[in-house]
């Protein structure tokens, strides 16, 4: 079966499959490692969730032309 998630996802626990984002979005409370981590920072205990993962903004351009769309 083909993944539709990348392969090389770089670790960190603010999408990590055991962590818990905080009201703040800055700290992640950790069920492994028993304690309060960075967003940024991972461990061996990673197990990637895409659920967690906020896709990146799409910019809208807004400067086109009526000749744009016409053929």
């Known amino acids: 079966m083909k993944s539709i998630f990348r392969k090389d996802i770089d ?3 603010a999408y ?3 962590g818990t984002t905080t ?3 800055e700290t ?3 069920k492994k490692q028993g304690a309060v981590m960075q967003s940024f920072s991972k461990c061996k205990k990673f ?3 895409p659920l967690k993962r ?3 903004v799409v910019r ?3 400067d086109y032309k ?3 769309f016409s053929i």
């Open 47 to 49: 197990k990637y969730d």
């Open 11 to 13: 670790p960190q626990c």
């Open 54 to 56: 906020e896709p990146k």
């Open 28 to 30: 992640v409370l950790c």
């Open 16 to 18: 990590c499959e055991h």
């Open 66 to 68: 009526k000749e744009d």
């Open 23 to 25: 009201a703040n979005k």
């Open 60 to 62: 809208v351009l807004s």
